[in-house]
């Protein structure tokens, strides 16, 4: 990848080369190029992907999460008042009204977070109109250190919650009713967070973009430099 991006600025500079006749030139017009290409496009791209793909801010979600747990308080409260001498069939009926509210919950946060892959798929792929942004991805996703672990730890973290709730649910269903006894939690028995990285196959799939895009302006600017040279006044 460092030998894609070191050729990819030696053809560029090559081509500017042959498109003017002075050194000075030159020199003005390759500076211009890097600061635009290397500095303007990668810090523009969230700009655009903002305005483009905007995301709700964090306070909103946790402001309707609040809005549904005042909703679900009102319900069980009035499930208990109306329901006060139906035991077990009104505890059932509040624990499934907490399930609801949890369940609307967690469908704002899947929903936050779509939204906030979209846009940061958007700023990526803006940013890729750029090789530094190009290098700076595919080189952190094959040394296991960008955006493809970050990834690969959220799923995780999902994977974790849904068997830490399933074992906690169990352990509550087993022990609710019952006399505790000396062995009662046992800390072994709780799921373990396991970090499981993404196969080398995978992470090579999701760089072929990157590396493609490189070889391409390797190739292209090659290409125009041998044109513009050949029709380059030596006189």
Known sequence: MSLLYISLF???????????????????????????????????????????????????????????????????????????????????????????????????????????KSQIELSKNISRLSPSASFTYASSDLANTGVVLFADFKRNVQRYEKGFRDWADDWHDKFHDDELSDNWFQMEQIPALNNVSSHLDDTVDAVLMDILLMVVFNVLFFMLSYAFFLRYDVT
């Open 10 to 116: 030696f053809a560029l500079g090559m081509m500017i080369s042959t498109l003017t006749h002075r050194p000075s030139t030159a020199l003005l017009v390759s500076l211009f190029v890097w600061i635009c290409w290397i500095l303007v496009i990668p810090n523009l791209a969230p700009v655009i992907a903002k305005i483009v793909a905007p995301v709700p801010t964090l306070q909103k979600i946790n402001a309707e999460k609040v809005a549904v747990d005042r909703e679900t308080n009102i319900r069980v409260q009035r499930v208990s008042r109306n329901m006060l001498g139906y035991g077990k069939k009104a505890e059932e009926m509040r624990e499934r009204i907490e399930q609801d509210g949890e369940n609307r919950k967690r469908k704002l946060d899947h929903f936050y977070q779509e939204k906030l």
